[in-house]
């Protein structure tokens, strides 16, 4: 175990360490080199002026705000002893799962750039790029031709694979008590029961007013909403990304939830972020890659063919394309149990000094990724900033939603949490739909994987992911699709076959959100 005092100076130099080569320390050099020409700030005193000069003009409050977002994101420190793989992931199976998946991902791309004899990349024709940067703006006129393009994978392929993961300390003649789980995901990792759930997301309570409960017992939601809303504007006038985040708890006002989230997330669209997204745009007229076209392609099965997110095909493709160029993004694979794909040279195979990293950031696109862009298109309609927050939710969130980890927020966890939740506390509805062939999880996997985008009605779903940025964890999901089996259950104890349960659980548009959860979590007996 690591010391607390040890894991404490860890985790300050490395928070120091990223800190140094932000242009946060640089401004707040800047600043402080600005304050010495001030009559108030003293030689005999200096630190402590400057120190109070920062405290006053704001400056101390942004440098807690980024503290707290990097203590978010960063997982705690290891052991010094402990090889660096163990910080992507701790344990050896799940390392080597991911690494078998991701050789999978990489056939299927490389073997569609031979069938189409498509290059990786290439440099765009001048003429071509002045078309896409007059077009920038109205991408989603553009047909092309994507009928030969098939998505990399789907999220039921993804799930194939994690049925099949099996911890290899486990010999076939043991019968640990792991092995009364009966559902499909067969791998022995910690997840919480209600009680530790309920202790969890305790602003949950029956009790306790919410924003998305149309009727509560102990407040008027209207005299909540007010009171809530002002809370809310207070906030937001702190600036205080954790006050920010402990307020998104109970839910979010609509009129403010566009500037809660960005503080949570620490995203405030400088000049020099919005130069960087023009940057990524210039690489993106520049260079057409291959993964522009399963991006195209995705948008066209998904987006635009929902009834609230067609409007945003345009956005979408912004973001996407401009994400797919973004290197900074490959600062994330150092807490993610995945490895970004290299490609090489023509003519180099091999030779690690004529690897890149490709796509530049990384991430392969799969079937249904751009919704998780699309219900930030509601929220954000300036490209630069919706692409900020996007990107910062995607390193911090979900990531975790396709790639293999024993991470409690990870993809294995939730489906494992949902299972556990469902045997444990309706085992005749699991009993009855895995005897019938329609295992739970093969219907509630897209949603978890998705983060119910695309499921949801959007207001609903935004409720949703407030919880999640403000208990900065993914666990609500599968407690929520626990829930829409219970709410659902009298209707699919009737159901004789998979295909008349996913008929029961086809839509979801029309479920609220809230009272599900707080039904399910603090009204089950335990």
């Known amino acids: ?35 010495l020409h001030k009559p108030e700030i003293k030689l005999e005193s200096l630190k402590e002026d400057i120190k109070d000069f920062l405290k006053t003009s704001g400056w101390e409050k942004k ?13 705690s420190p290891c052991h010094p002893a402990a090889p660096p793989e163990h910080i992507k992931e701790p344990l050896a199976y799940m390392r080597k799962a991911q690494g078998s998946w991701e050789k999978r991902i990489l056939k ?28 920038w703006n109205e991408m989603g006129t553009d047909e092309p031709d994507l009928s030969l393009f098939r998505p990399v994978y789907a999220p039921k392929d993804f799930l194939e694979v994690l049925m099949n993961l099996r911890n290899p300390n486990y010999e076939n003649g043991e019968q640990p008590s792991f092995r009364n789980h009966l559902g499909l995901i067969q791998v022995p990792l910690k997840v919480k029961d209600i009680p530790e759930l ?29 009171e809530h809303v002002r809370v809310g504007q207070k906030v937001l006038a702190e600036q205080d990304s954790a006050a920010a985040q402990q307020y998104v708890r109970q839910g979010c006002p609509t009129a403010l939830r566009a500037d809660l989230w960005a503080l949570i997330l620490n995203i405030s669209n400088q000049p020099e972020d919005i130069l960087y997204y023009e940057q990524l745009k210039s690489n993106v007229i520049q260079h057409d890659l291959l993964v522009d076209s399963l991006i195209y392609k995705d948008v066209k099965l998904t987006a635009s063919n929902d009834d609230y997110y067609f409007v945003f095909e345009d956005y979408l493709y912004q973001v996407l394309l401009c994400f797919s160029r973004d290197t900074s993004v490959l600062e994330h694979f150092a807490y993610s ?38 219900p930030l298109c509601f929220l954000y309609h300036e490209p630069s900033k919706l692409y900020q927050i996007f990107r910062e939710m995607y390193v911090r969130f979900f990531f975790r939603l396709h790639s293999i980890s024993s991470h409690p927020s990870g993809i294995v966890s939730l489906c494992l949490l949902f299972e556990t939740l469902l045997q444990t506390h309706l085992p005749q509805l699991f009993y009855h739909l895995r005897e019938i062939g329609a295992q739970p999880l093969r219907i509630s996997f897209k949603w978890m994987v998705r983060a119910f985008s ?26 929520l699709a626990a829930a829409v089996f219970a709410f659902r259950a009298v209707n699919l104890m009737e159901v004789t076959s998979l295909a008349a349960a996913e008929a029961v659980l086809a839509d979801l548009s029309t479920l609220k959100v809230m009272p599900l959860l707080q039904i399910f979590l603090f009204a089950t007996v335990t």
């Not at 695309?454 to 407690?479: C, F, H, K, M, P």
Request: hydrophobic share 40%; aromatic share 8%.
């Open 337 to 374: 149990s995945a490895t970004p794909p290299k490609s090489y040279i023509q003519g180099k195979l091999g030779m690690e000094e004529y690897a890149v990293f490709y796509p530049p950031n990384g991430v392969i696109p799969f079937h249904g990724f751009s919704m998780y862009v699309a």
């Open 1 to 35: 175990m690591l010391d607390p005092d040890r894991g404490l100076s860890l985790t300050i130099a490395r928070v120091v360490q990223r800190l140094q080569g932000s242009s946060l320390h640089s401004q707040l050099e800047r600043q402080a080199r600005v304050s």
């Open 108 to 135: 299927s791309l490389n073997s569609m750039c031979t069938e189409l004899n498509i290059p990786l990349a290439q440099k765009r024709p001048a003429n071509e790029q002045k078309e896409l940067l007059n077009k």
């Open 63 to 75: 440098l807690q705000n980024a503290v707290y977002s990097e203590l978010n994101v960063f997982p």
């Open 198 to 226: 309920k202790e969890d997301f305790s602003e949950l309570g029956l009790n306790i007013g919410q924003l998305g409960i149309d009727d509560s017992a102990q407040v008027p939601p209207e005299f909540f909403e007010n």
């Open 454 to 479: 695309g499921y949801l009605a959007t207001d609903q779903l935004l409720l949703l992911w407030d919880r999640i940025l403000g208990y900065n964890s993914l666990e609500i999901l599968a407690v």
